[in-house]
């Protein structure tokens, strides 16, 4: 499905990402894990098209695009929730939602239903501005919106991030209910290991642009745990 190939990225003369190597497969839930400032947003930067990767190559269901720009990559099934959201503040839930739509054919301009039956709230918000939502209720929109593309491939960036307890459960069942559904990798970016640790099929740890530890989800569940920990420094 996806497939990133000893990529290297730079930042002027900084480098950030260095031979890093990653799969993810249909039906499954790759979690990518580490200390901030390690290279994770990077990567998913350099996979969604908003940084160009100095070497190596990343490909989707065999056929390369790092050469593609961001909207050809969307065109392609790929769609990515940042970290921080990125929500049009001043759009409804309605208008963010159907920003979704601007790969899509023009047939296939709608709203999933699905969208709806994992995150509730937002059906009931349509008419309300984004800025005027709450930080998990606005990442339950930003989970949403991406979702409309109908993507193969999504990228998550931190969902977690500053969400409250009741919202991260809501997170986690969606992801598993799209898990389930076997037509869509996933690729999640986590720190906090618990929630990760729960949802992993495969995992990779970095450090300093580097995959240091990967492996199935049953090893982040069992006898690697201390050892991911560890690194994490959790």
Known sequence: MLAVDAIDLHYGAA???RKVTV???LGEVTCLMGRN???KTSLIRAIGGRRSVSHGAI????APIHGKRPEQRARLGLATVPQGREIFP???VRENLETGFAPLARRDRSIPDEIFSMFPVLKEMMGRRGGDLSGGQQQQLAIGRALTTRPKLLLLDEPTEGIQPSIIKDIGRAIEVLRQRGDMAIVLVEQYFEFARDLADRFYVMERG???ASGGGEEIRGAREA???KVLAV
Do not use: F, N, P, S
């Not at 490909?59 to 065999?62: A, S």
């Open 15 to 17: 480098q950030a990402l």
């Open 23 to 25: 799969e993810a497969k």
């Open 37 to 39: 400032g390690v290279g």
């Open 59 to 62: 490909t989707l269901d065999g």
């Open 90 to 92: 001043l759009l409804t």
């Open 210 to 212: 580097e995959i240091i």
């Open 227 to 229: 050892e991911i920990k």
